[in-house]
């Protein structure tokens, strides 16, 4: 998929995240903190993450394109931590698709924006017991099915190709041969992204040395998460 295209796609995840989620939402949200708004945007980027700006009292999301384009192939879909709670979890099935994938981002990152609404939040403690239970509850009640809908239909009115094909997962043991030390990648870190080198490929993760101001830093990344560099 061309990058136009997975930008096209996260600008609908922003739209259907506004519509579908946070319009109910908003009432709940301005309750605990007045006067408190929602801006969504499409990253240039892998992060995808929400941020709170006390001072204005705006929540952001935003969905990375590289992201985008990272959940429409298997072999990097399932190294994301949404791929996981779908599996884990059975949200939508168990099954991961294109479609369950970005459906699922939307409401995970709306879920973040609940749980700083409700105080849920803290440093160090991010995705907790208070994060799930509201995630859960965006599954168990309907909203996590109504985003998916709303996504899938967006999508064919604009023709734009999301499959609800469930993925076939490839062999860990295939992903390890694509990578050798001292390769340059990127992944993303939280709202960051990470330039390094790897040091060594273990069995799940490489172990990666960063670059630039952070080159004393070392991280155990999932093999799924990186990209090669030129």
Not at 12 to 26: F, K
Not at 38 to 64: E, M, N, W
Not at 115 to 140: K, M, P, T
Not at 142 to 162: F, I, S, V, Y
Request: aromatic share 8%; charged share 20%.
């Amino acid at each position: 998929m061309i990058s136009a295209q997975a930008r096209q796609l996260g600008q609908l995840m922003c739209d259907t995240t506004y519509d579908v989620l946070w319009r109910p939402a908003a009432g709940w949200v301005r309750d605990r903190s007045p006067g408190s708004s929602l801006v969504c945007r499409v990253g240039s980027g892998q992060a995808t993450y929400h941020r709170f700006d006390p001072q204005h009292k705006q929540h952001l999301i935003t969905y990375g394109v590289r992201m985008v384009e990272a959940k429409y192939r298997p072999t990097t879909a399932q190294g994301w931590l949404s791929s996981r709670e779908i599996r884990e979890r059975a949200y939508f099935g168990g099954q991961l698709s294109p479609l369950n994938l970005l459906a699922h981002t939307c409401c995970h990152e709306f879920a973040h924006l609940l749980q700083q609404s409700a105080g849920q939040r803290f440093r160090g403690s991010v995705h907790n017991r208070h994060f799930y239970g509201i995630l859960d509850e965006l599954h168990e009640s309907g909203g996590a099915e109504a985003t998916r809908q709303a996504l899938a239909d967006r999508a064919a009115e604009t023709g734009l190709a999301l499959s609800d094909a469930a993925f076939e997962l490839p062999d860990p043991v295939v992903e390890r041969s694509h990578w050798e030390v001292g390769e340059a990648v990127a992944f993303s870190s939280g709202a960051r992204e990470v330039h390094g080198s790897i040091l060594r490929v273990n069995r799940k993760t490489c172990t990666v040395k960063a670059t630039g101001r952070t080159r004393t830093v070392r991280y155990r990344v999932p093999i799924q998460m990186l990209r090669k560099l030129n």
